[in-house]
């Protein structure tokens, strides 16, 4: 399927060069001169080569299409994570370096969506929003809640998130899985 240069998005497998690409990072820039652009850097799926490329809007480019399955996150074994397939019960092996930064947020008998590319699983979606135990904050500071400020708080898999004054310590939070932040008590 063809999709317009400004209509990439992080996360998007592309079909670009004869490769798979996975979209790590997008810029949209419009110059003072010539028509707007997106800066779109990518990541090759089979070799982790990065490219970095320019798509303006006119541009077309092909989507790779994925068949997405609802998977459940059995077990860490090295660096592959076993699924199990929730319609049919099969198991695979599916590299750790797919989730990259949102691993910590991977914990056992999640359901995930993964996409595959055939047979070969190209990306690991987690649910938008995990329910965690803060196990560390810092104490309330007197006349700080005037404004609303922010403290450090760390959570059960050891990402530090910034809460709200009133969260303390044992409290469980909703945390959102893509940047880390704090969405509400749980």
């Not at 497998?13 to 004869?18: A, F, N, R, S």
């Not at 599916?94 to 993964?114: A, R, S």
Request: glycine residues 6%; negative net charge.
């Amino acid at each position: 399927m063809k999709i317009s240069g400004v209509d990439i998005r992080p996360g998007m497998v592309l079909d670009y060069q004869k490769k798979l690409w996975r979209v790590a990072k997008i810029q949209h820039t419009q110059p003072g001169k010539g028509g707007a652009y997106m800066m779109v850097e990518m990541k090759a799926i089979l070799d982790g080569t990065k490219l970095n490329e320019r798509f303006r809007s006119a541009d077309t480019i092909e989507k790779a299409h994925l068949e997405t399955r609802t998977m459940q996150y059995l077990y860490t074994e090295g660096e592959t994570l076993a699924m199990m397939d929730t319609t049919n019960y099969e198991q695979v092996s599916i590299q750790t370096e797919l989730l990259g930064e949102q691993l910590p947020w991977l914990v056992e008998n999640m359901n995930v969506e993964v996409a595959f590319y055939g047979d070969m699983p190209v990306t690991i979606q987690l649910p938008e929003k995990v329910e965690t135990e803060v196990i560390e904050a810092d104490a309330v500071v007197k006349g700080q809640t005037a404004s609303s400020s922010f403290k450090p708080a760390k959570v059960e898999n050891g990402i530090t998130v910034l809460v709200p004054p009133y969260i303390e310590a044992g409290t469980r939070i909703i945390v959102n899985t893509g940047d880390a932040t704090f969405v509400s008590r749980a």
